[in-house]
C-alpha cells in the first residue's frame, strides 16, 4: 500500500513539465504550478551536473519579489505624497528555493532566474550547520507512518490496550532539546487511539511522546511525561523532583515513578454520524430556518488575476506557503487621487506556547508560520459552508518533497457582506429629516488546519476607509491523557482522562505602510489628565486631559514598544510630509489593537522567548532594508526549527543591533498581538486588530455610499402589537434614504 504524502486539504498535484515562459499579470504573482514544475527540475539538472549531490528534497519552492521600487513604478504608484510615479526598471522574474540533499541531510537555498524565457540557476548556497527550513506536510504525514510501524511504539500501546492499527499521530517539530545535536532533523510526536476512520482522535490521548529522526526516518528517543499528585496538605507536587528533561542514557518511563496511564476510551466525537452513533438520543436543531444572501446583479467588485478592485480599494491577493494570504500594493482612490496605504500585509509568524513546566511539555510551542507554513494547510472553501453569497475563490500552489506542484484549489475567498450601520443620524426637531446608511465591506479569507486547530483569517475593507484583520481560532483542543484524580495545575480536564494545557496564541502581524509614499513615520499617543488641579484658574472642574504625541526616531531607543493601558497607549502609521487642511495634523491610520494586545508569559529567559523575541514587545518599527533575497519579512528569523537562541535575522535583533532613524523612512512594523486561552469546553476565542484613517482623508469617504432600502427585508412575525404599542410595521418613518 502507497502512503499518501498530502493532506486531504490538496486538491491534485500537478502534472505539466512544460518549459514555458511565465504569464505573470502583476511582478508580486506567486510561481504558477508550471513554474514551481520548471524550478525544480532546473535545480535537479544543475545539481546532479555541478555539485555531488545526487538526490534531492525540495522544502520550498517560492517567487523571490523584485525590489520595491521598481514594483510600484511598474504599477504606476507615486512614492511621494501627490507625485508621479518614478521610471520604469526592468524586472526580472526570480524563484528562491530550500532543499535537502536526500542523502546526507545537508540543505541548502538556491535562487533561479527566469531569462530570455528559460530558468537558470543564479546562485546555490549551503546553508549552515544546524540551520532548517520548515519542516514540511510530507514529513508530517511520514512521521506519523513511522510511529505505526515502530515496534516499541506498538508495545507500549498494547500495553494500555491499543492495537497497532489503532495508533495515530500528529508530528511536532521538537521545539527545544539540547539533549540532540541541532543537525539533526527532529520531530516530537504527540500520539492518539483513534478506533474508527473518522473518529475524533483527540479524546483518546496516550502517555508518551516519541521523538522522530525525519531524514532517517526512524523513532531515536521516547519521552514519558511525569503526573501530578496531591500532597496531604492540598499542594500538589510532580511525580519527579524537577521539571528539567532526564538524560538520554536513563530509563524515562522509570523516571517517571508513575504508573502507565490508560487512554480514555469515551468518544467526543464532531461528526453528526458518529454522534447520533454514541448517543441515539442526538439530534440537530430542527428550528433554524434558511437565511440566503442574495445579490441578483452579481458582486460589486472586480478580479484581473490576483487583482482585485472594489469601493475605490485596489490590491494584490496572492497565496503563500508560509504566511497564507498576503495582500499587497493596497491603495484607495480619493476622488481620483491614487493614494497609496500599504505595500504589503501579512501573518509574518504566531507561535503557541504551553504553559506546563514538566518535560517534555515544556518543549510544546509551535511556530505555526516559520516551523510549518501557514498556507500548506489551508482548506479548500467551500460553497454557502464556509462563503456564503457569491463568491470569488483563488487557488494556491506549493511544493512536495519530490519537486511536484502541489495545488490547494479555493484556498483564498473574496466576497461582500452587509456590515451593519455605517452611519446614521435622525434630525430630532419636529419635521426634521434622517438618513441611513448601510456598511458593506469586502471580506479576503482563508481557514487553515494546524493539526488540532483552525485559524480562520478574515481581512476586511470597508468603505469608510477603514482595514480590520480578524483573526478566530476554532477546532479541538491539543491535549494529554491525565490519570484519574490527578490533579492538573496547568491545564482542564475537558472531559474524563483529557487534560487542554493552558497556552497562548500570539501573532505577529507585519505592516508595511506607504502612507502617501514610502517616507513613513510612527506617532506615539499618550492621553492623559492635565497637571493642574480641580479649582485651578487652568482646570477648575477637573475634567480636562490632552493627547501628547511623540514621534519615533531612533530604530535603537524607540523601534520596540511596549502598550500601556493606563495611559490608552496608541500609535498612528504616518506621512509627516502630507497634512490635512483642517486638522494640520499628518495624513496618517491609527492602529487599533487595544483588545489584542497580550503579553507573553513564559519568563523573559525562558525557551520560547529567546527564540520568539517578537512577542516581548506589542509594537517593533524597523527600517526596511532590502538585499538579494528581499525585505525584513519574518520577526523570528528565515529558518525558524530547532533554533536555540534569537536569529541574527530576528526582529529584536535589527532594533537592538540598529543604528539608523525610523522617521520619515521606509518602514515596516510588527505587531504583536493575541490571546491566553485558558481552556473550556465552550471557549473558542477569536480576536481583532484594525487600521482607521486619521487625517488621511478630508472628511468621512463613505459619504458617498447611498442609502439602502432592502424591499426583500421583511418583518420576522405579524403585525400585532404589544402593549399599545405597534410591531412589525413594513416601514417606520425614518426611512433610510429619507
Known amino acids: ?148 510501524n515502530d515496534s516499541r511504539v506498538q508495545a507500549l500501546a498494547k500495553e494500555v490496550g491499543i492495537e497497532p492499527h489503532q495508533i495515530f499521530a500528529d508530528g511536532w517539530v521538537i521545539g527545544w532539546d539540547d539533549r540532540f545535536p541541532k543537525e539533526r532533523r527532529l520531530a516530537q510526536a504527540f500520539v492518539f487511539a483513534r478506533f474508527s476512520r473518522h473518529e475524533n482522535l483527540y479524546a483518546h490521548p496516550l502517555d508518551f511522546v516519541p ?9 531515536i528517543h521516547i519521552d514519558f511525561p511525569p503526573a501530578w499528585r496531591k500532597q496531604a496538605d492540598g499542594s500538589v507536587k510532580l511525580s519527579l523532583p524537577t ?43 430542527n428550528d433554524v430556518k434558511p437565511l440566503h444572501v442574495i445579490q441578483p446583479e452579481g458582486v460589486s467588485f472586480k478580479m484581473h488575476g490576483n487583482v482585485l478592485e472594489w469601493q475605490k480599494w485596489k490590491m494584490h491577493i496572492a497565496y503563500s506557503f508560509r504566511e497564507g494570504v498576503v495582500l499587497s500594493t493596497i491603495t484607495y482612490n480619493d476622488d481620483g487621487e491614487i493614494r497609496p496605504v500599504f505595500y504589503r500585509l501579512s501573518i509574518a509568524e504566531m507561535v503557541v506556547p504551553y504553559g506546563s513546566p514538566e518535560y517534555p511539555h515544556s518543549r510544546k510551542f509551535a511556530f505555526d508560520s516559520g516551523e510549518y507554513g501557514m498556507g500548506i494547510m489551508a482548506n479548500e472553501l467551500s460553497l454557502g459552508c464556509d462563503c456564503l453569497g457569491k463568491i470569488h475563490y483563488m487557488s494556491g500552489a506549493f511544493v512536495d518533497n519530490s519537486g511536484a506542484a502541489v495545488i490547494l484549489k479555493n484556498v483564498i475567498c473574496v466576497h461582500e457582506e452587509d456590515a451593519g450601520v455605517l ?16 456598511s458593506r465591506r469586502l471580506v479576503v479569507s482563508m481557514v487553515c488546519t494546524l493539526a488540532n486547530y483552525e485559524y480562520i483569517w478574515n481581512y476586511y475593507f470597508y468603505q469608510d476607509g477603514n482595514i480590520e484583520l480578524e483573526i478566530r ?51 506615539e499617543s499618550e492621553i492623559v489628565g492635565v497637571d493642574a488641579p480641580t479649582g485651578s484658574k487652568e482646570n477648575f472642574a477637573g475634567n480636562a486631559f490632552v493627547v501628547k504625541d511623540r514621534v519615533l526616531k531612533s530604530q535603537a531607543e524607540d523601534g520596540a514598544r511596549d502598550f500601556d493601558w493606563a495611559s490608552e497607549r496608541r500609535w498612528r502609521i504616518a506621512n509627516l510630509n502630507k497634512t490635512h487642511y483642517s486638522s494640520g495634523k ?138 399599545g404599542l405597534p410591531t412589525n410595521e413594513l416601514n417606520g418613518t425614518a426611512c433610510c434614504a429619507n
Open 1 to 148: 500500500m502507497v502512503t499518501p504524502t498530502h493532506p486531504s486539504t490538496a486538491s491534485t498535484v500537478h502534472a505539466s513539465t512544460a518549459n514555458k515562459l511565465a504569464s505573470v499579470d502583476h511582478p508580486l504573482d506567486p510561481l504558477t504550478p508550471d513554474e514551481i514544475k520548471v524550478v525544480t527540475l532546473t535545480i535537479r539538472k544543475y545539481t546532479v551536473e555541478h555539485t555531488e549531490i545526487r538526490a534531492v528534497k525540495f522544502i520550498t519552492c517560492i517567487l523571490l519579489p523584485p525590489p520595491k521600487r521598481a514594483v510600484l513604478a511598474a504599477l504606476g504608484i507615486p512614492v511621494t505624497p501627490g507625485g508621479k510615479p518614478e521610471a520604469l526598471t526592468k524586472i526580472i522574474r526570480k524563484a528562491e528555493s530550500d532543499f535537502f540533499d536526500a542523502v546526507n541531510g545537508t540543505a541548502y537555498n538556491t535562487v533561479v532566474v527566469l531569462i530570455d524565457g528559460e530558468w537558470k540557476v543564479e546562485s546555490l548556497e549551503r546553508l549552515p550547520e544546524g540551520t532548517q527550513p520548515n519542516i514540511t506536510v510530507d514529513e508530517l504525514i511520514q512521521c506519523e507512518v513511522i510511529v505505526q
Open 211 to 219: 521523538v522522530i529522526d525525519t531524514i532517517a526516518r526512524k523513532i
Open 243 to 285: 521539571t528539567q528533561p532526564q538524560p538520554l542514557s536513563d530509563d524515562t518511563f522509570e523516571g517517571t515513578n508513575r504508573p502507565r496511564i490508560q487512554p480514555p476510551l469515551m468518544h467526543h466525537d464532531f461528526l453528526p454520524d458518529l454522534m447520533k452513533e454514541a448517543d441515539p438520543n442526538y439530534k440537530e436543531r
Open 423 to 438: 452611519w446614521k443620524h435622525s434630525d430630532y426637531r419636529p419635521g426634521g429629516r434622517s438618513r441611513t446608511v448601510r
Open 473 to 523: 481560532l476554532t477546532g479541538i483542543l491539543q491535549v494529554y491523557v491525565t490519570g484519574s484524580d490527578e490533579p492538573i495545575p496547568h491545564g482542564t480536564t475537558v472531559a474524563p482522562g483529557v487534560n487542554a494545557h493552558f497556552h497562548q496564541h500570539i501573532f505577529s502581524l507585519r505592516v508595511d505602510p506607504m502612507l502617501d509614499g514610502l517616507q513613513n513615520s510612527v506617532i
Open 586 to 723: 499628518p495624513s496618517s491610520y491609527t492602529i487599533m489593537m487595544k483588545g489584542g494586545a497580550v503579553p507573553l508569559l513564559a519568563k523573559k529567559d525562558s525557551w520560547v522567548a529567546r527564540r520568539a523575541s517578537f512577542a516581548h514587545k506589542q509594537l517593533w518599527v524597523v527600517r526596511d532594508k532590502e538585499g538579494p533575497k528581499g525585505s525584513r519579512l519574518y520577526p523570528s528569523g528565515r529558518y525558524v526549527p530547532q533554533t536555540r537562541e534569537e536569529p541574527e535575522d530576528s526582529v529584536g535583533k535589527w532594533v537592538n543591533g540598529g543604528s539608523g532613524n525610523i522617521e520619515n523612512e521606509d518602514i515596516v512594523l510588527f505587531l504583536t498581538l493575541g490571546t491566553t486561552h485558558i481552556p473550556r469546553p465552550e471557549d473558542w476565542p477569536h480576536i481583532n486588530v484594525l487600521f482607521k484613517p486619521s487625517s488621511f482623508f478630508t472628511k468621512n469617504p463613505s459619504m458617498d455610499v447611498p442609502g439602502t432600502n432592502d424591499l426583500q427585508s421583511q418583518p420576522a412575525f405579524d403585525a400585532f402589537g404589544s402593549g
